[in-house]
């Protein structure tokens, strides 16, 4: 019997004491997710968060190192967001020269804006996953999460 889990990627990405969030307005209300993603075939995680960075708030960005990894396992809290178990790895990201994020051309649906919300603002806000204390751990301790990948090991040879 498989057991799916789908894998998701994204950007947290920190510039002047402020987060990029992207903005929602559905039947939750007014909330912020972080730019992310379910990671599509033949794409690495890596690639999959370079790419909802794009998608979502309209930059180019390099994808750094792994900053914290998140899975809602729905049967752990009565499905209250669904039934999809996933795995999200959340990546520290820089931007790609000085574009400005915005709103892209084909949004999420009911996506309604890219923000920069101040960090000493972030526990005011709703945010999906509720991950604020976890990103502000982050950000003080700078402590990553091993992210290891097959093809940069010194033993790896293209076939």
């Known amino acids: 019997m498989s057991y799916p889990i789908r894998v ?7 510039e002047n004491d402020a987060i990029l969030l992207i903005e929602f307005d559905d039947e939750n209300g007014l909330h912020y997710n972080l730019p992310a993603g379910g990671v599509e075939p033949n794409e690495s995680v890596k690639e999959a968060a370079k790419r909802e960075a794009r998608e979502e708030a309209a930059i180019e960005v390099n994808v750094g190192p792994l900053a914290f990894t998140y899975e809602y396992a729905p049967h752990l809290i009565d499905n209250r967001y669904g039934t999809t178990h996933s795995l ?3 990546f520290e990201c820089t ?3 000085d574009s400005e994020p915005k709103l892209p051309d084909k ?7 890219v923000k920069w919300i101040p960090l000493k603002d972030l526990e005011q806000i709703t945010l999906y996953p509720k991950v604020q ?3 502000k751990a982050f950000i003080d301790q700078k402590r990553y999460n091993a992210f290891i990948e097959e093809h940069t090991l010194e033993n790896y040879e293209k076939v």
Do not use: C
């Open 88 to 90: 999200g790895l959340m």
């Open 95 to 97: 931007r790609i020269g």
């Open 8 to 14: 998701r990627a994204g950007a947290l990405i920190i």
């Open 133 to 135: 204390r976890h990103i």
């Open 107 to 113: 949004p999420d649906l009911n996506q309604t804006g």
